[in-house]
């Protein structure tokens, strides 16, 4: 008996491994930006059912800014491009932007699950000289409608409020040496999280950013 006990125990177990052993399915390429322009530098946030994802990247349009889409069913569609408002320009060359930055660009993208939306960080210049700004926003999905002027940027309006919240400074550098050091540091290659935690000792839906400082 305990010997017919092993052997089934053994045939279970590996029966196991082998399921665990299956290859994840891959779903076919999706164009998410479907541009003639250069995009790159792509930064993806995720919900925690995967279905709502958005991105954002360096989007050499008009606008020279943080290109920017989001889709509701876990990437199998996504809305037109349309881009984060950081930059005074929009796609459309005659159009005006809500932003006052000539250039954005290193975005990342991370999901806040304390308030449903994704926070998003570019770096953004070109205002004053050798100035370096890394700044804050947040995208509400719930309240964009991808159906809008990509100038809208899924909003009622151009910079696409109600859908985006005002910009935040994260910090200002400089590449002439304002921040720290005689031949200047300015933040780049930012990297983000969200503390999804909510036991003891963490702070729950707070965003923590990182970046390097170059001469």
């Given at each position: ?18 399921v665990s052993a299956s290859a994840p399915s891959v779903g ?188």
């Open positions: 008996m305990r010997k017919w006990l092993f052997m089934l125990t053994a045939v279970v177990a590996l029966g196991a491994v082998t076919p390429i999706v164009n998410v930006t479907n541009s003639q322009f250069a995009g790159n530098e792509e930064s993806l946030g995720m919900d925690s059912t995967g279905n709502l994802l958005a991105a954002a990247w360096n989007d050499w349009h008009f606008n020279d800014g943080c290109g920017f889409s989001y889709s509701t069913n876990g990437g199998s569609t996504w809305a037109p491009e349309s881009f984060a408002p950081f930059t005074s320009f929009t796609n459309d060359p005659n159009v005006p932007g809500a932003g006052k930055f000539p250039i954005a660009g290193d975005p990342v993208v991370v999901w806040n699950p304390k308030f449903s939306t994704f926070d998003v960080v570019c770096q953004a210049f070109g205002l004053s000289a050798h100035q370096i700004n890394l700044l804050a926003t947040t995208f509400d999905p719930a309240k964009a409608n991808a159906q809008a002027n990509q100038n809208f940027s899924y909003g009622t309006q151009v910079g696409g409020a109600p859908a985006w919240t005002g910009l935040a400074s994260v910090t200002i550098g400089s590449s002439n040496g304002s921040q720290k050091g005689s031949n200047g540091k300015f933040p780049d290659h930012e990297a983000g999280t969200v503390d999804t935690g909510t036991g003891p000792g963490h702070h729950f839906g707070r965003l923590y950013i990182a970046w390097a400082e170059f001469n």
